[in-house]
């Protein structure tokens, strides 16, 4: 046998043995990694909504009862509506709603946008005033980490809580990423609409400001109810 | 005594033992720094990381050992690096189905571990020339002497970065009221640096007294 035949030979040897163990591998433990992302993006519902602590270590299962026991998803029609447990509609929004004794307490929105270098994702939880931010997490971005990889940083995402996303007046202006700290860079009456930046990523804040714009613009019907009070248990 | 003799001075035991300490990949033969710089911050993913690495170099030393005499010499690096890769993503796997969370932190560190040049020069300067045995010894030696470096510069980070051993809080409340400061500078990359530049020091000053 040649030795040119034999490296292939070879070669192709070793690349079936080593994807098949890949395959395996990967179809073997798919249940698990599918279970761990579910748990995470409930965990980090629970998060935005302020029912679990970030410094604190909870099982899966105790993350799957407080989802079950607090959170309800639905849709929201394009007017704001929010449609029934069971009713569908077509480009209707996706939100949770974070239930005390029956009526919502919280809406929670997906956030779904783009970063300096890459997709940042994570949940928005707004007051049922429409209005005060209650919580904001990412829970997954591509930004660097000690700059921009910041936005994951409890201290990061702790400024958003109290933070408005309507002015003085109550018009929707949403919330933006200060360049520096706010108490330096803001005017007075806009501070409620901004939360610190992270020095050395002011792009990663800019396309961040600029994202969280036109989501929360999508869900400004909806928010718009919940400012008109219009919402309580549809039955 | 005998016995204790034999062991210490087998080829076995010195195959194990030299990169720990003598010849450790990290402080001594300077590999392997890029990854040390990222995931010391907290000792939990230093240690995660140090058991990743040491299960690829062990198993792919004693792999490639095994089909040594067999590789065509023309494709041997791309044999090596193929074993190689199949066990980073092997144990990435594990990693994100049984430890979630650690996983995302360590994010692309695990699969950079093919590039980790440890590796890939455990298995071209030892484990091509030795039995599968030794070279499994030797991975395990070079992957434990990386993970104690890790684990010493993580202790040191976490320590003085938050104040925290393990996640868990050591410093007293009663010091933060006192006026104690979290050393911040620990959390950022140029830390590790300069804790590994000492290692290295302490290191050499040691064996030069031991002549």
């Given at each position: 046998m040649s030795d040119n035949l034999k490296s292939v030979l070879f070669a192709v040897a070793t690349a079936i043995i080593c994807s098949t163990l890949l395959t395996a591998a990967a179809l073997g433990l798919k249940p698990y990694k599918t279970r761990n992302l579910v748990v995470d993006k409930q965990k980090n519902i629970l998060k935005a909504v302020g029912?679990?602590?970030?410094n604190k270590r909870y099982s899966p299962e105790a993350i799957e009862t407080l989802y079950t026991q607090n959170i309800k998803n639905l849709h929201a029609a394009p007017d704001g509506r929010i449609l029934a447990e069971n009713e569908t509609q077509e480009a209707a929004l996706s939100l949770w709603l974070y239930m005390v004794d029956e009526q919502p307490q919280c809406y929670v929105i997906p956030i779904n946008t783009r970063g300096l270098w890459g997709p940042i994702r994570g949940y928005m939880a707004l007051e049922k005033d429409g209005s005060t931010i209650s919580g904001f997490t990412v829970y997954k971005h591509s930004e660097t980490p000690g700059l921009g990889g910041e936005i994951e940083r409890a201290w990061f995402q702790k400024?958003?809580?109290?933070?408005?996303?309507?002015?003085v007046t109550g018009d929707f202006v949403s919330i933006g990423v200060a360049k520096g700290r706010v108490a330096d860079t803001v005017p007075d009456p806009k501070q409620a609409n901004f939360v610190d930046g992270i020095s050395g990523a002011t792009l990663t804040g800019k396309f961040l400001t600029e994202g969280l714009k036109v989501i929360l613009h999508e869900y400004e019907p909806v928010s718009i109810n919940f400012r008109q009070r219009k919402v309580s248990t549809q039955k | 005594m005998d016995d204790t003799m034999k062991i210490t001075h087998s080829q076995a035991f010195k195959t194990f033992t030299e990169p720990l300490g003598?010849?450790?990949?990290?402080?001594?033969?300077?590999?392997?720094i890029c990854s040390a710089l990222a995931v010391t911050v907290q000792i939990k993913t230093a240690i995660v990381m140090g058991l990743s690495l040491t299960f690829v170099v062990a198993f792919s030393s004693m792999i490639i050992s095994l089909m040594r005499h067999h590789i065509p010499r023309n494709i041997r690096m791309i044999v090596e690096l193929s074993v190689i890769a199949t066990l980073v993503i092997l144990a990435d796997e594990v990693l994100q189905a049984f430890f979630y969370d650690i996983s995302k932190q360590l994010s692309v560190f695990v699969g950079l571990i093919i590039t980790n040049c440890i590796v890939m020069g455990r298995a071209e300067t030892f484990a091509l020339g030795n039995p599968p045995g030794l070279a499994f010894l030797d991975g395990l030696g070079s992957g434990a002497g990386y993970g104690v470096v890790l684990a010493t510069v993580a202790f040191i980070r976490e320590f003085l970065g938050s104040g925290k051993l393990l996640g868990y809080?050591?410093?007293?409340?009663s010091f933060y009221n006192a006026g104690y400061e979290n050393m911040?500078?620990?959390?950022?990359a140029p830390a590790a640096f300069i804790i590994i530049g000492l290692l290295v020091w302490l290191q050499k000053a040691l064996s030069k007294e031991k002549g």
């Open positions: 029912l679990i602590d970030a400024n958003f809580k109290g933070k408005q996303i309507t002015d | 003598r010849n450790n990949p990290i402080s001594i033969q300077s590999l392997g809080p050591v410093i007293p409340q911040g500078f620990m959390q950022l």
